[in-house]
C-alpha cells in the first residue's frame, strides 16, 4: 500500500523493496467480498449438481423397489340371474287385413246417392249407395204381368184338357185333340216358370241399385261422386273396405325353426307379441298388441328357405295397421331355473363365446362359455357360469386376463349414500 502512495506522489519506488513492488503494472488484489461471492457460486452449482444426480440417478433404483400398481379400467358389471326364460323366434311380418272388399256397381245407371264418410265403421247390411231404380223396377213390373198372363192362358188350357178327356172317353172326340190339348198345357206350364224365372232376374237386378256393406270394416277413400253413372265394368269401385278388428299378420322364419314351429303348435296355439318394426325387445318397449299363431304354410319356399305364418290379432286399441311393417316374435318355449346374463356381457373370438368374470379382488377372469339361447334380452349360459357371478356388460372391449377394475356407476343410478355418523356419544358424568 505505501509503494501505491508513492507512485501517486512522484516519488521513486525503491529498489531495496524488490522487483515486484517496482515493476508491479496491474490491478489491485481481490479483496474479501469478493471470496465470499465466489464461494457462494461454487455451494450453488454443487447443489444443483447433486440434486440433478439424485433426480436421474437415484429415482430408477427407487422405482424399481417399489413398482406402480396398473391402472384401473371402469366397466359396469351385472350379476348372472337364475329364471325362467321365454324363448321366442323373431321375424319381420306385413300387417293384413282379415278382410278386404273393394265395392263396385253390379248393375249400370247414375249414382243418386253416396250414404258413407270416409273412414267410417261400418257394418254388414249397413246401405253405401244408391243407384237410380226406376229402369229396373219397371223391368220386374213387366216380368210380374207376363207371368199373369201366361198364368191366364195356362187356366185355360187345363179347362180344354178336361173338356177334351170327358170327349175322348165317349168317343165324342179323336185322341189326338185329346193329347195336342194336354201338350198345350204342359208348354204354358213351362213358360210360366220362365216368367217366374224372369221375375226373380229383374228383382236381383233391382237389389242391386241398392249398394250395401257385405262386411263389418272401415270405408277407406271415395273414388265415385254422386251425380256419376256407374257401370257394371268399371275397374275403379266406389270404395275399399277393410276388416281391422281382427286383424292378421303375415311373416316369414327360417327353415331351421320349421321343428321347432310345428312343437309348439302341437302343443296349442302359441302366443305372438307384434312390436314397432325399429324397437326392440326390452321390456320399457311394450307390444303392440298379442295375439296367436293360426296358420303354418304347407310347404317351405325354396327360392328363400324360410316359411310363411300367419298370426290373428284382436287389434282393439287399432295399434296394428294393414300394410305396416312390425317385428313378430313367436314364443315357442321356455327355459326353466335358466343361468341368464345380458346379451352384451357375451363377447366372441376364434375359440367360441367367453365372457369377463369379476373377481374378488378387483380383477376379472376370461371365461370360455356355451350359450344355449340368445335375444335381444337375455342369453342362457349353458355351461361356465353360476349363478350370482358378477359379469362386465361394459368396458370388454379394453379388458385382458387379469386385468385390474374399477366398477363404475350405470348412467342414471344414483351414488351410494354415506355411511351415517355414529348415533352414539359419550355422555358427561353424571348425565342421565
Not at 261422386?225 to 286383424?247: E, F, M, Q, Y
Not at 327360417?254 to 309348439?264: C, E, G, K, R, S
Not at 302366443?271 to 304347407?298: C, F, I, M, S
Not at 343361468?339 to 378387483?362: E, F, I, K
Request: glycine content about 8%; proline content about 8%.
Amino acid at each position: 500500500m505505501t509503494v501505491f502512495r508513492a507512485r501517486s506522489r512522484g516519488v521513486a519506488p525503491d529498489p531495496t523493496k524488490g522487483f515486484a513492488l517496482g515493476t508491479h503494472q496491474g490491478p489491485a488484489a481481490p479483496g474479501p467480498r469478493y471470496g465470499r461471492g465466489l464461494a457462494a457460486i461454487i455451494c450453488i452449482i454443487i447443489a444443483v449438481g447433486g440434486g440433478y444426480w439424485w433426480l436421474h440417478r437415484g429415482a430408477p433404483a427407487d422405482a424399481a423397489s417399489h413398482p406402480a400398481l396398473p391402472e384401473s379400467i371402469p366397466v359396469l358389471v351385472a350379476a348372472a340371474e337364475r329364471r325362467d326364460v321365454p324363448i321366442y323366434l323373431e321375424g319381420l311380418g306385413t300387417v293384413q287385413a282379415s278382410a278386404t272388399v273393394t265395392v263396385k256397381p253390379m248393375v249400370d245407371g247414375p249414382l243418386i246417392e253416396v250414404r258413407f264418410r270416409e273412414g267410417q265403421d261400418v257394418h254388414a247390411g249397413d246401405v253405401l249407395a244408391r243407384i237410380d231404380p226406376r229402369a229396373y223396377q219397371a223391368s220386374l213390373d213387366q216380368a210380374v204381368a207376363k207371368k199373369k198372363q201366361d198364368e191366364a192362358t195356362l187356366a185355360n188350357a187345363r179347362l180344354d184338357v178336361a173338356r177334351y178327356a170327358k170327349l175322348a172317353a165317349t168317343a165324342y172326340t179323336s185322341a189326338q185333340q185329346y193329347d195336342t190339348a194336354r201338350s198345350t198345357v204342359a208348354q204354358l206350364e213351362a213358360q210360366v216358370q220362365s216368367d217366374q224365372a224372369q221375375i226373380d232376374s229383374a228383382r236381383t237386378q233391382l237389389s242391386y241399385t241398392t249398394i250395401a256393406s257385405p262386411i263389418d270394416g272401415r270405408v277407406g277413400f271415395r273414388q265415385v261422386d254422386a251425380g256419376n253413372i256407374v257401370h257394371a265394368g268399371d275397374t275403379v269401385g266406389l270404395a275399399v273396405l277393410t276388416t281391422l278388428r281382427p286383424i292378421q299378420v303375415q311373416f316369414t322364419l327360417p327353415q331351421q325353426n320349421l321343428p321347432a314351429v310345428a312343437a309348439a303348435m302341437a302343443e296349442g296355439a302359441p302366443e305372438v307379441l307384434a312390436l314397432p318394426q325399429d324397437a326392440d325387445a326390452a321390456p320399457q318397449n311394450p307390444a303392440l298388441d298379442r295375439g296367436t299363431l293360426t296358420v303354418l304354410d304347407n310347404q317351405v319356399d325354396p327360392a328363400t328357405g324360410t316359411i310363411r305364418l300367419r298370426a290373428r290379432f284382436p287389434n282393439d286399441r287399432l295399434t296394428l295397421w294393414p300394410g305396416a311393417f312390425v317385428t313378430i316374435r313367436l314364443l315357442v318355449a321356455t327355459s326353466h331355473d335358466a343361468t341368464v346374463v345380458p346379451p352384451v356381457a357375451v363377447q366372441r373370438g376364434p375359440q367360441g363365446t367367453y365372457l369377463y368374470v369379476l373377481n374378488a379382488d378387483q380383477t376379472v377372469a376370461r371365461r370360455a362359455v356355451k350359450i344355449g339361447h340368445e335375444d335381444q334380452s337375455a342369453a342362457i349360459v349353458t355351461a361356465g357360469l353360476q349363478p350370482g357371478e358378477r359379469v362386465v356388460v361394459d368396458g370388454a372391449s379394453r379388458l385382458t386376463d387379469g386385468a385390474r377394475v374399477a366398477i363404475a356407476q350405470p348412467p342414471g343410478a344414483q351414488p351410494a349414500a354415506p355411511p351415517l355418523p355414529e348415533t352414539a356419544s359419550r355422555r358427561a358424568p353424571g348425565a342421565t
